[in-house]
Structure formats: structure tokens, C-alpha cells
T-cell receptor, first 114, second 116 residues
Framework: NAGVTQTPKFQVLKTGQSMTLQCAQD?????MYWYRQDPGMGLRLIYY???????DKGEVPNGYNVSRLNKREFSLRLESAAPSQTSVYFC?????????????FGDGTRLSIL | GENVEQHPSTLSVQEGDSAVIKCTYS??????FPWYKQELGKRPQLIID?????GEKKDQRIAVTLNKTAKHFSLHITETQPEDSAVYFC???????????????FGQGTILTVHP
């Protein structure tokens, strides 16, 4: 059981380039999430997918798009990268449950935009 | 939406002392409160969580308390060890309206340093 796998682990882009961050989970979880983590600001939700076939905006969606390809995979795309998008990106997944279930995180993608 | 405030932002203790981190939340519908530990360059990892139907939960040296009336919850670490040094995040989640999307709102984090 690998849990949540993110690729790539590191990436450097130039301003204006596009890129897709990949995330896959093998825990049969319904819900998946993308966060960005900046120094001193904790983790902020970019987009989430409550279940296969649905996606919704989180707190900071501007400049990003997502695709829930199937139950296992949830990708995050930067169409035209900007230096403000330099961050560490974490993908997470969880089981559905009324009363709250923990989210399980991947190892992150460290993205630098020059 | 939900807003979570976490204090202190940094905490320095001697090995063996206790450490307490406090969080407040704004949405009275929040009913799930996890705590994550993140070591440098690593993923956040769940260390303990509490649901709104209980007031306290303990797991060895770690405990969490919840006061729904005051809308705050706290992490207590006893007999701290150098390996407890990390960034700790609190979070809150609401299932208002019967949805179970589990969106978490995180606090800003506390850098805990345990000195040998």
C-alpha cells in the first residue's frame, strides 16, 4: 500500500509555462484534495473532489484547474505559471464519512517558478 | 467560511516539560478536529483527532481537549522529547447540511522545539 503518491517531487518552471501535478491514491478513497503550503500560512485548499466526477473550488483556486480522472487520480494543472505560485503542493485523500475522517497526505511537490 | 486561529506560532520547551498548543474556530457547525505533525521537508501526518461528541481524547503522551461552547481545542504533549520537535497544525472540518466532503481549514502552525 503506497498511500498517496505525488509526481514529480521537484520542479522548476519559467513564468508562463504550464504544468500538471499528478496525484494517485490506492486506498479506495472517495474524496481527494489539493493544498498549497507557504511559509507561515499553513495549508490552504486549492480544489477538492468529493467523489469521482465532481470537483469544487477551495480557498485559493485562481490560476489552477483540476481533473478527477478516475477514483484513484486527481491532477492539478497550472496553465500559465506565475512566481506567486511557487509553493509546496500537497495532495490528500480521505474516506467519506458523516462525522469526519482523517485526510492522508502525499509527500508533496516542491514547485519553483522563476 | 471557517476560520482557525492557532497559538503560539513558536514554542520552545525543555525535554521532559509539557507543551500546549491552542486553536480557536469560528464555525459552530464544525464537528471534526484533527492535529497534524509535520517534520521538516515531510508530509503532514495525523497524530490525533477528536470529534464533537467527545470532550477529550488521549493517546499515550498526546491529548486533545475540545470546548464546543467556547469554540476552542487544544493539543497537550507531556514528557516532551527532542523527536517531538516539528511543526504542528490544527484543523477544523464541518459537515453542515449533511455533506461529508471533509474540507479542512488549517491553523497557521506552531513550531515546537524541544531542547535536550
Amino acid at each position: 500500500n503506497a498511500g498517496v503518491t505525488q509526481t514529480p517531487k521537484f520542479q522548476v518552471l519559467k513564468t508562463g509555462q504550464s504544468m500538471t501535478l499528478q496525484c494517485a491514491q490506492d486506498m479506495n478513497h472517495n474524496s481527494m484534495y489539493w493544498y498549497r503550503q507557504d511559509p507561515g500560512m499553513g495549508l490552504r485548499l486549492i480544489y477538492y473532489s468529493a467523489s469521482e466526477g465532481t470537483t469544487d473550488k477551495g480557498e485559493v483556486p485562481n490560476g489552477y484547474n483540476v481533473s478527477r480522472l478516475n477514483k484513484r487520480e486527481f491532477s492539478l494543472r497550472l496553465e500559465s505559471a506565475a512566481p506567486s505560485q511557487t509553493s509546496v503542493y500537497f495532495c490528500a485523500s480521505r474516506e467519506q464519512g458523516y462525522f469526519g475522517q482523517p485526510q492522508h497526505f502525499g509527500d508533496g511537490t516542491r514547485l519553483s517558478i522563476l | 467560511g471557517e476560520n482557525v486561529e492557532q497559538h503560539p506560532s513558536t514554542l520552545s520547551v525543555q525535554e521532559g516539560d509539557s507543551a500546549v498548543i491552542k486553536c480557536t474556530y469560528s464555525d459552530s457547525a464544525s464537528n471534526y478536529f484533527p492535529w497534524y505533525k509535520q517534520e521538516l521537508g515531510k508530509r503532514p501526518q495525523l497524530i490525533i483527532d477528536i470529534r464533537s461528541n467527545v470532550g477529550e481524547k488521549k493517546d499515550q503522551r498526546i491529548a486533545v481537549t475540545l470546548n464546543k461552547t467556547a469554540k476552542h481545542f487544544s493539543l497537550h504533549i507531556t514528557e516532551t522529547q527532542p523527536e517531538d520537535s516539528a511543526v504542528y497544525f490544527c484543523a477544523a472540518s464541518s459537515n453542515a447540511g449533511g455533506t461529508s466532503y471533509g474540507k479542512l481549514t488549517f491553523g497557521q502552525g506552531t513550531i515546537l522545539t524541544v531542547h535536550p
